[in-house]
T-cell receptor
Framework: NAGVMQNPRHLVRRRGQEARLRCSPM?????VYWYRQLPEEGLKFMVY????????ESGMPKERFSAEFPKEGPSILRIQQVVRGDSAAYFC???????????FGQGTRLTVV | EDQVTQSPEALRLQEGESSSLNCSYT??????LFWYRQDPGKGPEFLFT???AGEEKEKERLKATLTKKESFLHITAPKPEDSATYLC??????????????FGTGTLLAVQP
């Protein structure tokens, strides 16, 4: 049973470009979460999605960031017009139910140059 | 405001020297408290979930306990392979449907052979 799969593992973008981060949850998991980890800081919640629905986006910046979890295919975190401050590790997690533990992927490390 | 504080920030132990990591939390109703281990460049690896005060969970050399205000991760006779950052997170029992985790900044554990 494969774990949470994220790709790419490393992504380099120039300022102003778009970044697309993908996450395939564990088999049987319908709840997906995105977190961001800045250097020397803890993991910060960004968004919680179920299939085709955004449940909680209270941690998402109001501009340039969006997330989706379509009926078919992986969840996508999209960052438009990236800036240096977007450089971070982005982790996706999934869970089976609302009260069960979340399992994390290996992360995508975004570097904006 | 919901908050998680971990101490110490860093801990260096000799192999076989037992110790405890602390996680203090302030949350408006606790749904669950989670412990994760994170190795450099990797995603968090799930260790334990605790739901109510007095609960204890064990796995190999690790034992997690929970009170109404804090949790401890006890490490008995640690080995060098236990070296990692240990993360604590809480899930609040909000009225809504969010399942987001609020993380502490972690304790960096180094076990010297």
């Amino acid at each position: 049973n494969a774990g949470v799969m994220q790709n790419p593992r490393h992504l380099v973008r120039r300022r102003g470009q778009e970044a697309r981060l993908r996450c395939s949850p564990m088999k049987g998991h319908s709840h997906v979460y995105w977190y961001r980890q800045l250097p020397e800081e803890g993991l910060k919640f960004m968004v919680y999605l179920q299939k085709e629905n955004i449940i909680d986006e209270s941690g998402m910046p109001k501009e340039r960031f969006s997330a989706e979890f379509p009926k078919e295919g992986p969840s996508i975190l999209r960052i438009q017009q990236v800036v240096r401050g977007d450089s971070a590790a982005y982790f996706c997690a999934s869970s089976r139910n609302t009260n069960t533990e979340a399992f994390f992927g290996q992360g995508t490390r975004l570097t904006v140059v | 405001e919901d908050q998680v504080t971990q101490s110490p920030e860093a801990l260096r132990l000799q192999e076989g020297e037992s110790s405890s990591l602390n996680c203090s939390y302030t949350v408006s109703g606790l749904r669950g408290l989670f412990w994760y281990r994170q190795d450099p460049g990797k995603g968090p690896e799930f260790l334990f979930t605790l739901y109510s005060a007095g609960e204890e969970k064990e796995k190999e050399r690790l034992k997690a306990t929970l009170t109404k205000k804090e949790s401890f991760l006890h490490i008995t006779a640690p080995k060098p392979e236990d070296s990692a950052t240990y993360l604590c997170a809480v899930q609040a029992a909000y009225g809504g449907a969010t399942n987001k985790l609020i993380f502490g900044t972690g304790t960096l554990l180094a076990v010297q052979p």
